[in-house]
């Protein structure tokens, strides 16, 4: 079955290190996009993909970098870790070729702490 | 560009029924909802179009409202299994941004037996 994965599932690091959190997906859906989720404030949008070669920023995206050299993958790296950026982050795809249903699946998200 | 949800958190009895709303200060293309159980990844529920088309769920259901910009959840009969964060996603269409949500606060739903 198609599915989308995260690794890892939960991280801790040091402030100012170089973290990258991994989103793969099996659905070969062209829309790839990286949320974070934090009480009070929902789902944020930090970058998202409409193909390869493709990447936008998002509301909140100050921090925070990805890169889409495949269909499969988006990679979320987070350039000097701040203790602003430990939250659950949530990685999400949705079929672009499907312009009636948008309809997006999420990975199981990654805790990160910022210490 | 964020959607307010109303309300915060809903408590019910089991059996009961429960509206959740969302509105946006956009045009919108479509309105999508998702429901969030703790500690796990949220799950689509529906997605309602511009003009019309719309994806039910079981018991759930819910409006559009083009011209408002707002969109209502409808939990009928809630079961103890429809506890969580409902969520809204909304979608703005302009050519390029198609599948770009922008997602609400959430509304906390506890169902009590």
């Known amino acids: 079955d198609a599915e989308i994965t995260q690794s890892p599932r939960h991280k801790i690091t040091e402030t100012g290190r170089q973290v990258t959190l991994a989103c793969h997906q099996t659905?070969?859906?062209?829309?790839m996009f990286w949320y974070r989720q934090d009480l009070g404030h929902g789902l944020r949008l930090i970058h998202y993909?409409?193909?390869?070669?493709?990447?936008n920023k998002g509301e909140v995206s100050d921090g925070y970098s990805v890169s889409r050299s495949n269909t499969e993958d988006l990679p979320l790296t987070l350039e000097s870790a701040a203790s602003s950026q430990t939250s659950v982050y949530f990685c999400?795809?949705?079929?672009?070729?499907?312009?009636?249903?948008?309809?997006?699946?999420f990975g199981q998200g990654t805790r990160l702490t910022v210490v | 560009q964020q959607p307010v949800q109303s309300p915060q958190a809903v408590i019910l009895r089991e059996g009961e029924d429960a509206v959740i709303n969302c509105s946006s200060s956009?045009?919108?293309?479509?309105v999508h909802w998702y429901r969030q159980k703790h500690g796990e990844a949220p799950v689509f529920l529906m997605i309602?179009?511009?003009?019309?088309e719309q994806k039910g769920h079981e018991k759930i259901s819910a409006s559009f409202n083009e011209k408002k910009q707002q969109s209502s959840l409808y939990l009928t009969a809630s079961q103890l299994s429809y506890s969580g964060t409902y969520f809204c996603?909304?979608?703005?269409?302009?050519?390029?941004?198609?599948?770009?949500?922008?997602f609400g606060r959430g509304t906390q739903l506890t169902v009590w037996p």
């Open positions: 309602l179009l511009k003009g019309g």
């Open positions: 993909s409409y193909g390869v070669q493709d990447t």
């Open positions: 999400a795809s949705s079929d672009r070729e499907a312009p009636l249903n948008t309809e997006a699946f």
């Open positions: 956009k045009a919108l293309y479509s």
């Open positions: 659905w070969n859906h062209n829309n």
């Open positions: 996603g909304t979608e703005i269409y302009r050519g390029s941004t198609l599948g770009r949500l922008y």
